[in-house]
């Protein structure tokens, strides 16, 4: 799902960058500068090579390095490609679970899991669970959380 979120974001942007780029070479701007009429080509092919390693590589690395766990007290998140970022949630604090599924979630058979906190920073996503999967998970964390919610003033 991600390298088609990929695919489909730089062709969108690559198909705008070549009608900008044929753009300046069909109309004659005298203040646009000859150097960047004779060379306006190069953007769309820079990041046509851009892309292709953004495709390929980005969601293969990212599905490498995140990485998620819920455990009875704690839902644990790790993301993060260079520096990493470890969070751990208490389920005491958890406010609300939600999943969601968008149409290129459905067509994979994915979702999303948002476990949110009062604390902005305290909120956790983890994209491409099962749709079941998620479904139950944030039943589960709902019910953890009802039972084990103090009060946390």
Same mark, same amino acid.
């Given at each position: 799902?991600?390298? $088609?979120?990929?695919?489909?974001?730089?062709?969108?942007?690559?198909?705008?960058?070549?009608? &900008?780029?044929? &753009? $300046? #070479?069909?109309?004659?701007?005298?203040?646009? *500068?000859?150097?960047?009429?004779?060379?306006?080509?190069?953007?769309?092919?820079?990041?046509? %090579?851009?892309?292709?390693?953004?495709?390929?590589?980005?969601?293969?690395?990212?599905? @490498?390095?995140? #990485? !998620?766990?819920?455990?009875? +007290?704690?839902?644990?998140?790790?993301?993060?490609? =260079? /520096?990493?970022? !470890?969070?751990?949630? *208490?389920? /005491? #604090?958890?406010?609300?679970?939600?999943?969601?599924?968008?149409?290129?979630?459905?067509? =994979?058979?994915?979702?999303?899991?948002?476990?949110?906190? %009062? /604390?902005?920073?305290?909120?956790?996503?983890?994209? &491409? $669970? &099962?749709?079941? +999967?998620?479904? #139950?998970? /944030?039943?589960?964390?709902?019910?953890?959380? %009802?039972? $084990? @919610? +103090? +009060? %946390?003033?």
């Amino acid at each position: 799902m991600w390298t $088609l979120q990929a695919a489909i974001g730089s062709a969108v942007l690559l198909a705008l960058l070549c009608a &900008g780029a044929w &753009g $300046l #070479r069909a109309v004659s701007w005298e203040w646009v *500068p000859d150097w960047l009429l004779r060379n306006a080509w190069w953007l769309p092919v820079l990041y046509a %090579a851009y892309a292709a390693v953004r495709t390929v590589v980005v969601p293969r690395w990212r599905y @490498r390095v995140h #990485r !998620w766990e819920v455990t009875a +007290d704690v839902v644990y998140t790790r993301v993060g490609w =260079f /520096s990493r970022q !470890w969070q751990l949630v *208490p389920v /005491s #604090r958890i406010q609300t679970v939600d999943h969601r599924q968008g149409w290129m979630e459905r067509l =994979f058979g994915v979702a999303t899991l948002e476990v949110q906190t %009062a /604390s902005h920073a305290g909120s956790s996503t983890i994209e &491409g $669970l &099962g749709a079941a +999967d998620a479904q #139950r998970i /944030s039943e589960e964390l709902a019910e953890r959380a %009802a039972e $084990l @919610r +103090d +009060d %946390a003033t």
